[in-house]
């Protein structure tokens, strides 16, 4: 199999370079949402593995205009990616369509007028669609919203929905107190998709009582769904959370496994994924503070990257390779 830049797997890194011509950087912005399971419109608390403030970074605060967010994060950015030009605007915190039509309306259009944000990345719970919403980003990124609105070679902005799916298990999102069951998550991703919008999908590895069985088995389900990419992140027991209580009164029930089982892991879920399916992440960090110890250590994403292209070389693998071996 050819995957870009000689990797063997489909690496999201680069893709919009290879497709728009250039670097964009995302960033992180916190609108002010809530979640439907917090509020109590669906429950209170929230998911049981959530502290929301562990997943973002410092210049992306509540309450602080949206325009100062994107310009002290090109500011931090710059640091590391100098020659980037243009910027996609990352609704990341909480749920991030949950919210009448016109707020949202306002907020994704106060963003693009920023004249180096290109397009959004908008994070959200499945349950927080509809058509109207899905119909407005569908006809924004068609360029029939913003009248007169061009970046140096975009002629209208990039959308991308991305999805927090989580388990394709019902047994288990009840457990982590999700708040909706997967058939309302494949129902978001085909509306989504249906319109012609990019749209990405988030899983945890390791929820509580899931085995590793079961999380194979998630990768034909997956494959079923249309779906651009895909992110994974192992379970990781954020401070104060209801999962960390949970997993210090019942550790059997929960899969636990070094770095060199879970880069192992990863690659049996991707010999099982579709060769398409463009692979955002396989792993996710948290600050040490969040934390009451590192399971892997101080490791970076990029050293779990260069370990799993190691692997993978060692193993002869690649992603699709037992699709590819069963036809």
């Not at 049981?48 to 997943?55: D, E, G, L, M, R």
């Not at 010999?271 to 792993?283: G, Q, S, T």
């Not at 990029?302 to 992603?319: C, M, P, T, V």
């Given at each position: 199999m050819n995957f870009p830049q000689g990797k063997r797997y489909n690496s999201f890194v680069g893709y919009y370079k290879r497709f728009y011509g250039e670097r964009l950087q995302k960033l992180v912005l916190d609108a002010g949402f809530t979640c439907p399971n917090r509020?109590?419109?669906?429950?209170?608390g929230g998911c049981?593995?959530?502290?929301?403030?562990?997943?973002h970074p410092g210049y992306s605060v509540a309450g602080k205009p949206l325009a100062?967010?994107?310009?002290?994060?090109?500011?931090?950015?710059?640091v590391r990616y100098r020659n980037t030009k243009h910027y996609l605007a990352y609704f990341q915190s909480f749920s991030n369509t949950y919210a009448p039509l016109d707020h949202l309306q306002k907020l994704y259009e106060e963003v693009l007028a920023h004249p180096d944000v290109v397009g959004l990345v908008v994070g959200t719970r499945p349950d927080c669609v509809d058509e109207q919403k899905l119909d407005y980003l569908a006809e924004l990124k068609e360029g029939r919203v913003l009248e007169g609105w061009h970046r140096e070679g975009y002629d209208h902005p990039l959308v991308t929905v991305e999805y927090g799916i989580e388990s394709c298990y019902d047994q288990t999102?009840?457990?982590?107190?999700?708040?909706?069951?997967?058939?309302?998550?494949?129902?978001?991703?085909?509306?989504?998709?249906?319109?012609?919008?990019?749209?990405?999908?988030?899983?945890?590895?390791?929820?509580p009582g899931e085995t590793r069985q079961n999380m194979l088995d998630e990768c034909e389900i997956i494959n079923s769904l249309p779906l651009l990419s895909v992110k994974f992140h192992q379970l990781q027991f954020v401070r104060g959370t209801v999962m960390e209580r949970e997993f210090e009164e019942h550790p059997e029930d929960f899969l636990r496994?070094?770095?060199?089982?879970?880069?192992?892991?990863?690659?049996?879920?991707?010999?099982?994924?579709?060769?398409?399916?463009?692979?955002?992440?396989?792993?996710g960090e948290v600050p040490p503070r969040f934390v009451k110890q590192m399971q892997w250590g101080l490791i970076r994403n990029?050293?779990?990257?260069?370990?799993?292209?190691?692997?993978?070389?060692?193993?002869?693998?690649?992603?699709g390779k037992l699709l590819y071996l069963s036809n």
């Open positions: 509020d109590g419109r669906v429950g209170h049981t593995y959530c502290n929301n403030a562990a997943f100062r967010q994107i310009d002290e994060g090109i500011e931090f950015h710059k999102l009840e457990r982590i107190n999700r708040g909706h069951d997967f058939s309302c998550a494949q129902k978001a991703v085909e509306m989504t998709a249906e319109r012609g919008i990019d749209t990405g999908a988030h899983f945890i590895l390791g929820l496994m070094s770095l060199e089982e879970y880069i192992d892991f990863i690659i049996d879920m991707l010999e099982r994924l579709r060769p398409d399916l463009y692979i955002e992440r396989v792993a990029f050293e779990i990257l260069h370990l799993l292209d190691k692997r993978l070389e060692e193993r002869k693998s690649y992603q």
